[in-house]
């Protein structure tokens, strides 16, 4: 490897760096809006459709959004890198409009799930482009900060999604049956409005990804670096443009601009990054973490609270999420990516540990909302956000799009596996058994992130590409 001349000082114009990626974060935010809202309804839409005592269809109707995120994802590998991360964007702000629209309006169980599966096509779009989109515009020194961000939005949305269905919900007698439930006003009307809550954010990305340029070194990949340049002199001025320009051709061959093939992932030198990132990928969901965020009535339910205090607490864990987002933004450039990760991996698998004993025993009472809250802040300022930042940097860039998409699909499959078997491995290894699971693998994650994983803090996307492939 050659020694490269230092680049020139950059004055970075952090206010137009920090409005674009907020705007570009907002599918983040959708992202963990349309993917948590539902737990919070389950208690009402559930007997509306009578499908409380079918295990398929709960685990049909938690999951149905899940097979469009991998749609989503498998979309976004295949068009991303032909019609850039912009439009792609815009088009997953419409499909979080139209899907928060007709889930609210839902007539029957096949609407309610093709709308779901609407609105998951949208955050596959978005859970993959977002972060993606901000990695490739962010300074590298701030890139972790930046792309973390994408991250606090989605934990804001999963916290307007959970103030949402406390709000809207009314006061259920925590021995109601199903019956008084169907027929109430939460059973009828409630659940819809938490739906469709979504429509104005997601109508609002929709208007404002238009404003956003386009991702410069996607602008660079398909030969249009005067665009690139203009908007990286935005970003840091002249010198820094001209450098970024020059740097990021010099990781992309003549014959590469505009092309990418999915083989070009199985080559020997790449196909080792791509299986670090697939795995990190499904790693960070079969930890087990977002069974409580989808499954919360049934994780409270067994620690011993009713209806109105499962609600209350869902969005505690809400607020923790947040707060504990905040630790990670403010250390992953600091403290590196590594570090956190071998944090989040260890720190769950032993309150996995203390938790699934406590179910056990049958113990209740507010130690085990602690031990969850405990859980959820260990999650929400290591393995959440760190994942987002490490994938969307370690892939070269002429074959990001693609690269980027593959993990995220493994991610999304990874997520509906575990959704949909939750309900099965409850019922036939109890909570503590399902927890005491995802506790094990914590320990597989922990060891392949020790031994394989290397550490990317304050490096430009082409250094790490140089670091990691050359």
């Known amino acids: 490897m050659t020694d490269r001349a230092p680049r020139p000082a950059a004055e970075y114009r952090m206010a137009f760096i920090w409005l674009i990626c907020l705007v ?53 590998g295949m068009l991303s890198d032909a019609f850039g991360r912009k439009r792609l964007l815009i088009t997953a702000g419409a499909l979080f409009t139209a899907s928060a629209v007709g889930t609210a309006l839902a007539w029957d169980f096949v609407s309610f799930n093709l709308f779901r599966v609407l609105g998951g096509v949208g955050i596959g779009l978005a859970s993959n482009l977002s972060p993606m989109y901000i990695a490739e515009i962010s300074p590298a020194a701030t890139r972790g900060r930046f792309v973390s961000i994408n991250q606090l939005t989605i934990v804001i949305g999963i916290l307007a999604a959970q103030i949402a269905n406390w709000s809207v919900a009314e006061a259920v007698p925590d021995d109601a049956s ?16 938490m739906f469709g809550a979504e429509t104005v954010p997601a109508f609002l990305f929709f208007l404002l990804m238009w404003l956003v340029p386009e991702s410069p070194r996607w602008l660079c990949k398909v030969g249009r670096d005067d665009e690139a340049g203009r908007i990286l002199a935005r970003v840091g001025g002249e010198a820094h443009a001209r450098a970024e320009v020059e740097d990021i051709r010099g990781t992309l061959a003549r014959q590469e601009i505009a092309q990418v093939h999915f083989r070009d992932l199985l080559e020997p030198r790449l196909l080792k990054i791509l299986a670090l990132g697939v795995f990190l990928a499904v790693f960070q969901q079969w930890c087990g973490i977002n069974v409580i965020f989808n ?95 490490i994938i969307s940097e370690i892939f070269p860039n002429r074959i990001r799009g693609a690269a980027v998409a593959v993990a995220v699909v493994a991610l999304w499959i990874g997520c509906t596996a575990l959704t949909f078997t939750f309900p099965f491995l409850e019922s036939s290894l109890g909570a503590h058994g399902a927890f005491w ?13 020790l031994l394989g994983l290397p550490e990317t803090k304050g490096k430009s996307l082409e250094q790490i590409e140089r670091d990691l492939v050359d």
């Open 178 to 193: 199903l019956e008084f439930i169907r027929e109430s006003w939460n059973g009828q009307v409630g659940w819809r409005w």
């Open 295 to 389: 499954y919360a009535q049934e994780v409270f339910a067994a620690a011993g609270y009713g209806v109105s205090g499962i609600m209350f607490n869902i969005v505690v864990t809400g607020i923790v999420n947040l707060l504990f987002t905040f630790v990670a933004i403010f250390t992953v450039d600091r403290f590196g990516r590594r570090g956190l990760m071998l944090i989040g991996a260890g720190g769950l698998a032993l309150i996995y540990a203390v938790l699934g004993t406590g179910y056990f025993v049958e113990s209740r009472g507010v130690h085990m909302l602690i031990l969850v809250v405990s859980a959820i802040a260990c999650y929400a300022m290591t393995l959440a956000p760190v994942t987002w930042v």
């Open 437 to 449: 699971l995802y506790g094990t693998i914590c320990v597989v994650g922990f060891l392949v992130i």
């Open 24 to 76: 570009a974060a907002m599918g983040g935010l959708l992202f963990g809006y349309d993917w948590v809202v539902i737990g919070g309804a389950k208690p009402f839409y559930e007997p509306f459709f009578g499908i409380s005592d079918h295990a398929f269809y709960k685990g049909l109707a938690m999951s149905s959004a899940l097979v469009g995120c991998i749609v989503g994802a498998v979309l976004s």
